[in-house]
């Protein structure tokens, strides 16, 4: 079962425009959500987080939305650019360390 | 570079062999983890550590064990290689100051068993 979901395997967009990538969870006692950016041969990496007692989370062209009561989170990323080429995991935990992972989405952004 | 390295990078094994992948942390952070990363299936947790010499299952662990005998060194072993084990191998830490921090993640190491 599938507590953390990206129902779009991949995303395309152009240089410039907004970039929104989603993510459903399951499990309402999920109280910290991750993002993660990877390139091909590297292991992921931080980009952004928020807290459950917050609703929305800004760090330079990302943002983070959370929406509790539709349990689901975005990430935003404006403008897009081509080197945002990648794919990107969302990551939740229940307040603990163990984090549970999302099936990923690869954005292209296009020159 | 968070100073965590993971060793072979790239590994080809036969089917019924044993293989150990290494992870090597230089922060001193308390908590490592040993994930696959599958097509479809994303990043799945085989098993982590919470200590030295303490460790626990995730949710894909049949077929793996580990060990942790120093804060620095965790080791995942495939006791017998099966072809669905066959994946990319990702090894990270944490600090134990609260879940903000997420995790560091190693370079990975890919797994093809034939």
């Known amino acids: 079962d599938q507590q953390v979901k990206q129902n779009s395997p991949s995303l395309s967009v152009q240089e410039g425009r907004i970039s929104i990538l989603n993510c459903d969870y399951t499990n309402s006692m999920f109280d910290y959500f991750l993002w993660y950016k990877k390139y091909p041969a590297e292991g992921p990496t931080f980009l952004i987080s928020i807290s459950s007692i917050k609703d929305k989370n800004e760090d330079g062209r990302f943002t983070v939305f959370l929406n509790k009561s539709a349990k689901h989170l975005s990430l935003h990323i404006v403008p897009s650019q081509p080197g945002d080429s990648a794919v990107y995991f969302c990551a939740a935990t229940a307040g603990t360390y163990k984090y549970i992972f999302g099936t990923g989405t690869r954005l292209k952004v296009l020159a | 570079d968070a100073g965590i390295t993971q060793s072979p990078r790239h590994k080809v094994t036969e089917t019924g062999t044993p293989v150990t992948l290494r992870c090597h942390q230089t922060e001193n952070h308390r908590y490592m983890y040993w994930y696959r990363q599958d097509p479809g299936h994303g990043l799945r947790l085989i098993h982590y550590s919470y200590g030295v010499k303490d460790t626990d299952k995730g949710e894909v662990s049949d077929g793996y064990s580990v060990s942790r005998s120093k804060t620095e060194d965790f080791l995942l072993t495939l006791e017998s290689a099966t072809s669905s084990q066959t994946s990319v191998y990702f090894c990270?830490?944490?600090?134990?100051?609260?879940?903000?921090?997420?995790?560091?993640f190693g370079s990975g190491t890919r797994l093809t068993v034939v």
């Open positions: 990270a830490i944490s600090e134990s100051r609260g879940p903000v921090y997420g995790y560091t």
